[in-house]
């Protein structure tokens, strides 16, 4: 059965012009990087015509149904959206045939405020590389003659990337592997070289030889890593960064057994069950569902205190090492931050603040959260490029050496 036209233009059911931009505004996703595949377009041009185009929000929200299925890409086809369709009263001159085409001629004020992958997306398509539109070839001379593109590209702003780059980025990532210093632990191991002796098994090859000699065997202490703790911020103000830290997440719990992933915006959620999943991408579209307080407020003192009372004892044994990935910036009260953050630096090995603000040689600790979080840390780092993820690796795998290690604002 035929689904009914509920007001839908003739235009649009014919084939016309509202088709073909709604064909457009998909192909201007997938260009972002959303996962905008044929039958996607289709779907979206049924459900338009199901719901009809009367309200404008009735449109966006349809369109927003069928494209978007993880809370990650929710701000991007909100800024897509109201990019594209920007005239008010553009479905009305659609449907009079008034407006041929959606695109952009130009992108004014906003264009500061527009994200370097949809910019890119709406752009429109140039010559091949190396000509100009009248076919002449054009020869171009790098400039960088002492710059690789992987070292720019290590160095280079997530929020900054393009599309091309990010993707180059994840497959970095995925290559990154993060060593953390093996610990020895009371369990005992046999051993060849002297050290301690090991009894049982020095008297049972005592007994093989009837007591006529007695072969001294040796044990020594086992060795294993840590136990890794991730608490990562999702809220508002980490989203340019927390898309890529759950790569990276999902890379290092991959690598590595004893990986204990949450993040917390305005409440605390265990992702560790998700992030184990082999295929990133599927690890993401469950965090869709199970996550629902994407690029919302902050809690952070709360989160920590749930942690504290539910998840410590469970997860922060054997000298775990604990991750902790936010910006500070607290929206609730931070009276009860300190002691939180002191019980949690307490009940683990080594505490380590990864704070993308820090990437600013002006930044200075003059925030509530982040002065009432600073004194509790055991080293302070910056994270917001591949080479900040690479310095993790190093200190993860250098030895202990004190507050030394805190970095610009060590108590």
Not at 58 to 71: E, G, I, Q, S
Not at 261 to 268: D, N, P, Q, S, Y
Not at 379 to 388: E, K, M
Request: proline fraction near 5%.
């Amino acid at each position: 059965m035929a689904p009914k036209n509920n007001g839908a233009p003739p235009e649009m059911t014919d084939g016309g012009t509202f088709t073909e931009n709604i064909i457009h505004f998909a192909r201007t996703l997938r260009k972002a990087g959303l996962p905008v595949g044929p039958g996607r377009i289709i779907e979206a041009i049924r459900a338009v015509e199901c719901a009809g185009i009367e309200r404008r929000d009735d449109f966006y929200w349809t369109l927003h149904a069928v494209f978007v299925n993880r809370h990650d890409q929710w701000p991007l086809f909100d800024q897509a959206f109201h990019i594209f369709w920007k005239n008010p009263d553009i479905l009305k001159k659609m449907m009079d045939m008034m407006l041929p085409t959606t695109f952009l001629d130009k992108v004014n004020s906003d264009a500061e405020e527009i994200s370097k992958r949809l910019s890119q997306a709406l752009a429109p398509s140039q010559a091949p590389d190396g000509q100009d539109d009248d076919g002449s070839e054009e020869v171009e001379i790098n400039a960088e003659l002492t710059t690789s593109n992987k070292e720019l590209l290590q160095e280079k702003d997530f929020e900054d990337m393009s599309l091309e780059e990010l993707e180059a980025a994840k497959i970095a990532i995925r290559k990154l592997k993060l060593p953390i210093r093996e610990l020895k632990t009371r369990r005992l191991k046999a051993d060849n070289r002297a050290g301690l002796i090991d009894m049982r098994r020095t008297l049972r090859a005592a007994g093989r030889t009837g007591g006529a000699s007695i072969p001294l065997r040796y044990k020594s202490a086992t060795k294993r890593h840590p136990p890794l703790v991730v608490l990562c911020d999702i809220s508002g103000s980490m989203s340019q960064y927390s898309r890529m830290l759950l790569h990276f997440l999902h890379a290092i719990t991959n690598d590595r057994d004893r990986v204990h992933t949450f993040v917390f915006g305005t409440r605390l959620t265990n992702i560790t069950r998700y992030m184990r999943y082999r295929d990133v991408d599927d690890a993401l579209d469950a965090l869709g569902d199970k996550v629902e307080d994407w690029s919302g407020g902050t809690r952070i003192g709360s989160t920590i205190a749930e942690f504290n009372k539910f998840w410590s004892r469970r997860v922060l044994g054997q000298g775990a090492v604990v991750l902790f990935i936010s910006d500070g910036l607290d929206r609730d009260e931070v009276n009860d931050l300190g002691p939180q953050m002191d019980r949690l630096h307490k009940s683990c090995r080594q505490l380590i603040w990864l704070n993308p603000l820090l990437r600013f040689d002006r930044f200075e600790p003059r925030a509530r959260g982040i002065k009432a979080i600073l004194p509790h840390v055991d080293i302070f780092r910056t994270v917001h490029n591949l080479q900040s993820l690479t310095d993790l690796s190093a200190i993860l795998s250098a030895p202990d050496t004190g507050p030394a290690q805190q970095g610009r604002f060590a108590a």
